[in-house]
């Protein structure tokens, strides 16, 4: 296992990713640091879930490499990834619902040991401070949320595995602004929980808002990359992702 610049808590060097002849990911390379905040934006099909997929190992790779904090992952087992503090909270979100939201936040929790109960009842109630509308629903199943609280659930519950990555794809579809809104206040301030952040986004330019760097995936290939607010103001980018 060669061991990679450790400052860079994930590393990801010309990446490829196949479905029986279709190229989704081609030669992707970048790098997230420490407590940063990426956003990756791309039209439909671009690729960008695909990538997720396999940076948490639920998709196998076809070429390239991925490190995390310098050891190299690509052959490391989903579950495995998950340990090490790599989570993805995924489009669709996957919570249970039969179980209440409390219930799905301690779930979160399942691997941290016995004797950080009291931690995780305190990581509880963080997450209920961070999403008030959870702390009301505490009781209610989880099926029964609307899809935006259903969202907030999949983060916070994500949240309570303190994780040292977070993959979040899509997590403003289909929501209405003022939920949007008290997701990203959350995420723009994740780095303060020791967590970074890589952030698929079709709403690009509140993705472009609160992460530091993005990268522009097409066809599977990154075809621009740089900080988020010269992305943001650039003619380029402007026409064809914010619809400016
Ligand atoms: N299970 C699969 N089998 C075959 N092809 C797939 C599969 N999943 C995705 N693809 C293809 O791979 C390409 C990339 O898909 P992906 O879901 O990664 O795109 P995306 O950027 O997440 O798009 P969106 O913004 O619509 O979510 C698409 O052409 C898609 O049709
Ligand atoms: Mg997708």
């Known amino acids: ?17 196949n479905y029986s002849g279709i190229k989704a990911v081609r030669g992707v390379t ?15 099909g671009a690729g960008k879930t695909t990538l997720m997929k396999a940076l948490v190992g639920l998709k196998e790779i076809s070429g390239g490499a991925i490190y995390f904090n310098g050891q190299s992952i690509a052959m490391t087992p989903a579950f495995k990834r998950v340990e090490q503090g790599i989570t993805l909270v995924p489009e669709g979100r996957g ?6 939201v409390e219930e799905n936040l301690l779930l979160g929790a399942y691997l941290r040991p016995n004797s950080e109960l009291k931690e995780v009842y305190e990581s509880l109630e963080n997450q209920f401070y961070l999403f008030p509308r959870l702390k009301e629903r ?4 989880a099926g029964t949320l609307s899809g935006g609280e259903q969202q907030m659930l999949a983060i916070a519950r994500a949240l309570m595995g303190k994780p040292k990555l977070l993959l979040l794809d899509e997590p403003s579809m289909g929501l209405a602004p003022i939920l949007v809104e008290q997701i990203f206040k959350v995420l723009e301030d994740i780095t303060s929980q020791d967590i970074s952040l890589l952030l698929v986004e079709q709403n690009a330019s509140l993705a472009l ?35 400016i």
């Open 1 to 17: 296992m060669v061991k990679k610049d450790t400052s860079n808590i994930l590393t990801v060097e010309n990446l490829s990713v």
């Open 95 to 100: 919570i249970f619902s039969r179980l209440t």
């Open 138 to 141: 505490r009781n209610q199943l």
């Open 30 to 44: 970048f790098s997230v640091k420490k407590n940063q905040k990426i956003a990756i934006i791309g039209a439909n």
């Open 209 to 243: 808002t609160i992460t530091e760097e993005a990268i522009v995936l097409d066809l599977g290939k990154v075809v621009m990359q740089g900080h988020s607010k010269q992305l943001l103001s650039d003619k380029k980018v402007q026409e064809a992702y914010l619809g």
